[in-house]
């Protein structure tokens, strides 16, 4: 319990000596400090897991945010079985994406590469906050934090302002999204005076039927800007022009993932709530299938797994709201297993090319990465969902809850399913197969990536591999699923739900078998197609459409951000500057003109002056003619 503060104060020392020391340190040093942090708060995270796994949660309160008669703000962190997985893996995958930055950022200078270095330790802060908040205001805070993270690293070469456009589109769009929580944060606060998980799930009873709704309704709005679901979604593919171990650590172990742990941490007011676990499950099905189909026809490797990541992430939220909250989890953990090792060998193959990213350009490069080959082909097959696989498990878990839910949203999702199967054999095949399509200096400098980028690779691999173990499904052993017996005690509640619908073994043999077989029909049919590809042509139709991302950028351009371009320019120009500068300007003109006239009456001649005294005596004698004193003065004068 005294080591609690130390998963989160490591990773800030971290951020703050290399980023206030960043001028004067080495580079080694540099990632020392930087990776060392993560690793020390992971080692005291496997310590806490254990202690929870033996002794449960608990919850320590070091001082109050806010203290006032009304209500009383805690700043207090909780560890149980929720928070405790998302802290290992957060801090396990982050020390391996740290590990590979320290070669893949090598060519920076010491004071770009210390930057980095501290924008990656205080995101991974920010992170852990949020999963350890043991209130909802804990949690907003490292909910602003990763956003503010996600600008920094974005934009990360910011002399690039395609980059900088970048950042700032996924700044003003997880804004969105925040007011959503913001909102739902001032409702519980309002209603029932705490924003303390234990209370507020504890107090329901006080809720009715339409706050309850409204509540989950603006989380999950909250959720859908941090997680990138439809309609906030489009950020997270331009996120790709920060360095690629940025895109792993925001796709795979933080940012994207804390609309996922908000909804499973507030499991029990969307288990009340069948109408918001509707809309969530809907939402997160049509991003699964609408993601799906985008990344079908991307050319940029990167920009294939960032649609890839918002349809698993659409896949969760399916999860989610089919109330199966640990299946949603489970698929979280091999998601962050599978991605990060395709984002960081998507980051060995740009690192091989010289920074191509094009696909169409690459091709035959299994026999000069064959590291980086074996451990892309692994995580492409979890993603997959080939058995025995990580992803294959969790997927299926989903699926299961998702036919329960409704049979029309297991068929989609598993649509979905061949899509992905299809996509990502399509970017292995023409990353790695067939001859390579490169220019010949690309071909001469071709190499395998240094240790430091290919160990993680290895581990990853390995997770990839044999993570989905933690999750067997019942009709293969019973008690089986490790992780469902871990974090019953969170999700109780919507356990006792789930007991009583449950599919029959027959159908669920038949439901796994048939999607398995076909998802593997599927990479036979992209793998025989597109290893053998030497020519591109234009895309058409349907192809283009999808290539252009069903143009949905253009339409948010067109009917939005040009419309409040256009306004705050108008409120620039005409309302600011003519208006309100003119005004203020204006008087400043005035009394400088009027200054300006004025001091030539001060000439310095005496003659001049007695005779404005004269004129002057005349002016008031004219005006004040007609006055009783004036004549009274004149009569005794006269």
Not at 63 to 68: C, E, G
Request: include cysteine.
């Amino acid at each position: 319990m005294n080591l609690i503060y130390l998963v989160p104060l490591f990773p800030l020392l971290g951020f703050l000596i290399n980023g206030l020391f960043r001028k004067s340190l080495s580079k080694s040093l540099i990632g020392i400090i930087g990776s060392g942090a993560i690793l020390a708060s992971f080692i005291v995270s496997i310590i806490l897991f254990n202690d929870v796994r033996t002794n449960g949660s608990m919850i320590v309160s070091y001082f109050n945010l806010l203290d006032i008669e009304a209500f009383k703000i805690p700043f207090a962190f909780q560890i149980d079985q929720l928070s405790v997985i998302f802290l290992l893996i957060i801090t396990g995958i982050g020390f391996l994406i740290h590990v590979y930055s320290t070669a893949y950022m090598n060519d920076e200078t010491n004071e770009h590469f210390g930057r980095y270095f501290s924008y990656l330790n205080l995101f991974v802060f920010s992170m852990l906050l949020l999963v350890m908040g043991a209130n909802y205001v804990i949690m907003f805070i490292g909910w602003e934090g990763v956003g503010l993270c996600s600008y920094l690293l974005i934009g990360f070469w910011f002399k690039n302002n395609t980059y900088n456009y970048a950042a700032k589109k996924a700044f003003v769009m997880n804004r969105i999204g925040d007011l959503g929580f913001l909102l739902a944060v001032f409702w519980i606060l309002a209603k029932l005076g705490t924003v303390n998980y234990g209370e507020v799930f504890a107090s329901t009873v006080k809720f009715s039927a339409s706050d309850i709704t409204g509540i989950t309704l603006l989380l999950f709005v909250g959720a859908c800007g941090k997680s990138a679901q439809i309609p906030l979604y489009t950020w997270l593919p331009d996120a790709m022009a920060g360095p690629t171990p940025v895109s792993a650590l925001i796709h795979a172990a933080t940012m994207v993932t804390a609309g996922i742990y908000m909804i499973a941490r507030s499991n029990v007011l969307y288990t009340m709530a069948p109408f918001t676990q509707t809309v969530v499950a809907i939402i997160g099905l049509a991003t699964a299938l609408f993601a799906a189909t985008i990344a079908l026809k991307q050319n940029d490797i990167k920009k294939v797994l960032a649609y890839s990541t918002v349809s698993q992430l659409g896949y969760m939220f399916l999860g989610l709201g089919a109330g199966a909250y640990t299946g949603a989890v489970f698929h979280v953990m091999t998601h962050a297993f599978f991605k990060a090792l395709l984002f960081l060998g998507a980051g060995s193959v740009i690192h091989a090319m010289h920074h191509e990213q094009d696909i169409r350009n690459m091709g035959g490069l299994k026999k000069h990465l064959p590291i980086t080959h074996i451990s892309f082909l692994l995580a492409c097959l979890a993603i997959s969902g080939v058995p025995p696989f990580s992803g294959f498990f969790s997927k299926d878990e989903i699926l299961a809850a998702a036919y329960l839910k409704n049979p029309i949203f297991y068929y989609l999702g598993a649509i979905g399913a061949l899509m992905t199967a299809f996509y990502m054999f399509r970017l292995y095949a023409l990353t790695f197969l067939g001859k390579f399509r490169g220019t010949e200096e690309q071909h001469h400098h071709l190499h395998e990536s240094p240790s430091a980028m290919t160990i993680p690779l290895i581990v990853l691999a390995i997770l990839s591999v044999v993570g989905g173990f933690i999750g067997i499904p019942e009709i293969f052993a019973p008690d089986a699923h490790m992780l469902e017996k871990f974090l019953h005690p969170i999700f109780a509640q919507s356990d006792s739900i789930k007991e009583l619908h449950h599919l029959d073994r027959s159908t669920e043999w038949m439901m796994m078998g048939g999607v398995s077989v076909l998802i593997i029909v599927v990479i036979i049919i992209a793998w025989r197609k597109y290893s053998r590809t030497e020519q591109f042509v234009a895309s058409h139709g349907i192809a283009r459409t999808l290539e252009n991302k069903w143009y949905v950028d253009e339409l948010y351009d067109n009917v939005i951000v040009r419309p409040v371009t256009g306004l705050g320019s108008v409120l620039k120009n005409v309302v600011e500057k003519a208006g309100i500068d003119g005004a203020v300007n204006g008087v400043g003109r005035f009394v400088h003109y009027s200054s300006r006239q004025l001091r030539l009456l001060q000439s310095g001649q005496v003659g001049n002056y007695i005779l404005f005294m004269v004129l002057s005596i005349v002016v008031l004698f004219l005006v004040f003619w007609n006055q009783p004193q004036i004549a009274h003065f004149l009569e005794k004068i006269f």
